[in-house]
């Protein structure tokens, strides 16, 4: 060791340079050369700040239900890949987002995954989205949920096409290499059904719930609902908006609750929405959860980092990590979002900060 040469010099570099080829066939190498890009002083991410707009991707997924079939898709959905994660199937790095469409009469296939998924109803009303056999029957911005590993399939019993955002957990389950996938047995399209449809919601929507351990708690106890119509969410926002001032940095805000433990309504997905009165521009805030965003109402503005983006409704857009966000509201601005918050918070990764 004595005779080695002085750290830094040329010679110990070109000496490391030796030892990292040495290394590298037994799959060794140096952290010191990387430990400042993997332990960051602060979040990065390939994400980009990007808007989609809702007419476009339609008109595409329209042409899209004239050439090819629900069934032969299995799920005929248009995906949102983030422009910074080219390839990923992705929308941020942890969740991926796509637009489904339903035509008259369709049934889009009954299977079960462990990926957690939500609807958030764009457009059409009477569809439905069976979960375990009881169906919800979908209305515009209704959100539905399918936890992992529970039976659904989707119809369209109505007159009219149906378009919904959904919104999984897909590349989290990829990054745990945990998928796992199944269809019907002997080819069978739509689960029996096993309740009437609204059954959960009346049992479980109104701050109710079966006794414990009673045959009518017949849902998982863990994530017993599943629909959360618009009519009852927007209320709530509406009669939020009608007690108090908004809150600087969100606006009226509220969160989309798992009425089991009070906590976000899927163990890797937060949900909530947003009422921003006419006028009204929030403070600048950053948080550790990427978010897609969809515009429900209104018109506006959303200022992220140093991209501006014009917001008319049903557009999409998503805010990656710690990216500074800033929205303004021509009219009154309703937005729906929904982020991996609930797993960050589980991990204790979570972190916000207000301007």
Same mark, same amino acid.
């Given at each position: 060791?004595?005779?080695?040469?002085?750290?830094?010099?040329?010679?110990?570099? &070109? !000496?490391?340079?030796?030892?990292?080829?040495?290394?590298?066939?037994?799959?060794?190498?140096?952290?010191?050369?990387?430990?400042?890009?993997?332990?960051?002083?602060?979040?990065?991410?390939?994400?980009?700040?990007?808007?989609?707009?809702?007419?476009?991707?339609?008109?595409?997924?329209?042409?899209?239900?004239?050439?090819?079939?629900?069934?032969?898709?299995?799920?005929?959905?248009?995906?949102?890949?983030?422009?910074?994660?080219?390839?990923?199937?992705?929308?941020?790095?942890?969740?991926?987002?796509?637009?489904?469409?339903?035509?008259?009469?369709?049934?889009?296939?009954?299977? @079960?995954?462990?990926?957690? #998924?939500?609807? /958030?109803?764009?457009?059409?009303?009477?569809? /439905?989205? #069976?979960?375990?056999?009881?169906?919800?029957?979908?209305?515009?911005?209704?959100?539905?949920?399918?936890? $992992?590993?529970?039976?659904?399939?989707?119809?369209? &019993?109505?007159?009219?096409?149906?378009?919904?955002?959904?919104?999984?957990?897909?590349?989290?389950?990829?990054?745990?290499?945990?998928?796992?996938?199944?269809?019907?047995?002997?080819?069978?399209?739509?689960?029996?059904?096993?309740?009437?449809?609204?059954?959960? !919601?009346?049992?479980?929507?109104? $701050?109710? @719930?079966?006794?414990?351990?009673?045959?009518?708690?017949?849902?998982?106890?863990?994530?017993?609902?599943?629909?959360?119509?618009?009519?009852?969410?927007?209320?709530?926002? #509406?009669?939020?908006?009608?007690?108090?001032?908004?809150?600087?940095?969100?606006?009226?805000?509220?969160?989309?609750?798992?009425?089991?433990?009070?906590?976000?309504?899927?163990?890797?997905?937060?949900?909530?929405? @947003?009422?921003?009165?006419?006028?009204?521009?929030?403070?600048?805030?950053?948080?550790?959860?990427?978010?897609?965003?969809?515009?429900?109402?209104?018109?506006?503005?959303?200022?992220?980092?140093?991209?501006?983006?014009?917001?008319?409704? @049903?557009?999409? /857009?998503?805010?990656?990590?710690?990216?500074?966000?800033?929205?303004?509201?021509?009219?009154?601005?309703?937005?729906?979002?929904?982020?991996?918050?609930?797993?960050?918070?589980?991990?204790?990764?979570?972190?916000?900060?207000?301007?």
């Amino acid at each position: 060791m004595n005779d080695a040469p002085a750290p830094g010099s040329n010679e110990a570099r &070109t !000496l490391l340079q030796a030892l990292y080829g040495e290394m590298a066939p037994q799959h060794l190498f140096p952290l010191w050369e990387v430990l400042h890009a993997l332990v960051t002083p602060k979040p990065t991410s390939p994400v980009e700040p990007h808007l989609w707009r809702y007419d476009t991707a339609r008109a595409h997924l329209l042409r899209a239900g004239d050439l090819i079939t629900a069934e032969q898709a299995e799920r005929r959905v248009l995906i949102l890949e983030n422009p910074g994660m080219s390839g990923s199937s992705s929308v941020t790095t942890s969740l991926y987002a796509g637009l489904q469409l339903i035509l008259p009469g369709e049934v889009a296939p009954c299977h @079960r995954h462990t990926q957690c #998924a939500l609807r /958030f109803v764009m457009e059409g009303d009477g569809a /439905f989205t #069976a979960l375990d056999g009881e169906k919800a029957i979908m209305r515009p911005f209704d959100l539905v949920l399918t936890p $992992n590993w529970q039976w659904h399939d989707h119809g369209n &019993t109505s007159g009219h096409p149906m378009i919904w955002l959904d919104g999984l957990d897909i590349p989290t389950v990829r990054f745990y290499a945990a998928s796992f996938a199944e269809r019907l047995p002997d080819g069978a399209m739509a689960h029996p059904e096993t309740a009437p449809a609204g059954d959960t !919601l009346a049992r479980y929507g109104r $701050n109710l @719930r079966p006794f414990a351990g009673s045959a009518a708690a017949r849902r998982p106890a863990r994530l017993p609902l599943f629909h959360y119509p618009y009519a009852e969410w927007r209320e709530s926002l #509406a009669v939020m908006a009608r007690a108090g001032d908004p809150d600087p940095h969100l606006g009226h805000a509220l969160e989309f609750t798992n009425p089991a433990d009070g906590g976000p309504v899927m163990p890797t997905i937060a949900a909530h929405v @947003r009422l921003l009165p006419a006028g009204f521009t929030t403070r600048r805030r950053r948080a550790t959860d990427a978010t897609v965003f969809v515009v429900v109402e209104g018109e506006g503005r959303a200022r992220i980092g140093g991209r501006e983006l014009a917001l008319a409704p @049903r557009d999409l /857009f998503v805010v990656p990590s710690w990216e500074s966000l800033r929205l303004e509201a021509s009219g009154d601005l309703v937005l729906f979002g929904y982020s991996d918050a609930a797993a960050q918070a589980k991990l204790g990764l979570w972190r916000e900060a207000r301007e």
